[in-house]
């Protein structure tokens, strides 16, 4: 099991930016895909973005591509997600998961962070 927790979050005006963390502890990181997902409220969670266990690969989700970038340091056991010109729509919690499988769905990640809250005000 790996744990995980998300920090960075906060409000910030539309066209501002955030740098979301994601630190791990537990199980050897550099083996897992990380990906993050977010949940605004009365609808589903949804998938922003996913980085390869040695982090050359990465996948974003078209809401969020050309303005969100997924990182990791694996030395640091910390997945980041950088976002830049926020809008009113990227409200929501943000969660970051760790699995094995490259999927977009929630359901394959095994282990969840609490989640860190990005409102955007416009």
């Known amino acids: 099991q790996v744990q995980l927790v998300e920090s960075g979050g906060g409000l910030v005006q539309a066209g501002g930016s955030l740098r979301l963390s994601c630190a791990a502890s537990?199980?050897?990181?550099?083996?897992?895909?990380v990906g993050w997902f977010r949940q605004a409220p009365g609808k589903e969670r949804e998938f922003v973005a996913a980085i390869s266990a040695g982090g050359r690969i990465t996948n974003h989700a078209d809401s969020v591509k050309g303005r969100f970038t997924i990182s990791r340091d694996n030395a640091k056991n910390t997945v980041y997600l950088q976002m830049n010109s926020l809008k009113p729509e990227d409200t929501a919690v943000y969660y970051c998961?760790?699995?094995?499988?490259?999927?977009?769905?929630?359901?394959?990640?095994?282990?969840w962070g609490q989640g860190t809250q990005v409102t955007v005000s416009s």
């Open positions: 537990g199980r050897t990181f550099s083996n897992y895909i």
């Open positions: 998961a760790a699995g094995k499988v490259w999927t977009v769905g929630p359901a394959s990640y095994d282990d």
